[in-house]
């Protein structure tokens, strides 16, 4: 029997004109591939795109439709707009954020579950990043984010605690909290 958290999740990710189909594809084959699949994956499209980054969306909703689900928007307003727009919209509670440039190990939501599986009082949870330029087989950073709720409060004062890349969260945390803001 697996230890694994039965939690369902939907997969949050903005995606514009100047996004690379091919980071696209690893970016979305990497929650795909996760030990703990999605059971929805909401791609927030903010203004027109192009024909490549099209055929992707195409591909993944022909290959799985009961999965994704892709929002338009004519105008591109924003990241923090479109995903304020499309979060209501997302059917499951939890919220794994992926931006169209990201690449999740397998094991990320698997652990990130698990830590509300821990700890259900838990609104949000994040983790450490590494950053890359073009390769992610040559990262250029590690980063390390804050991890007590004292450091993160901290560390909060001045900068955002977390990577968008790399949280989960409650949709019912962030409705309250006001949402996304395009800032």
Known sequence: MSNKPKIPYSVLMGLYHKDSPEFLRVAIDSMLNQTIPPEEYMIAVDGPIGK??????????????EVFT?????????????????????????????????????????KELAVFAEHPNLGWVGSNVDEFIDDMKNPVSHVIMPETNEDILKFGRKRCPFRQSSVVFKKSVVVVAGGYRNV
Request: negative net charge; aromatic residues 10%; contains cysteine.
């Open 70 to 110: 892709i929002h338009y928007h004519p105008v591109n307003r924003g990241v923090g707009a479109i995903l304020g727009e499309v979060l209501p919209l997302c059917r499951n509670e939890f919220i794994v954020r992926m931006d169209a440039d990201d690449y999740s190990v397998p094991k990320r939501v698997e």
């Open 52 to 65: 490549e980054l099209q055929l992707v969306l195409n591909d993944y909703v022909k290959r799985y439709p």
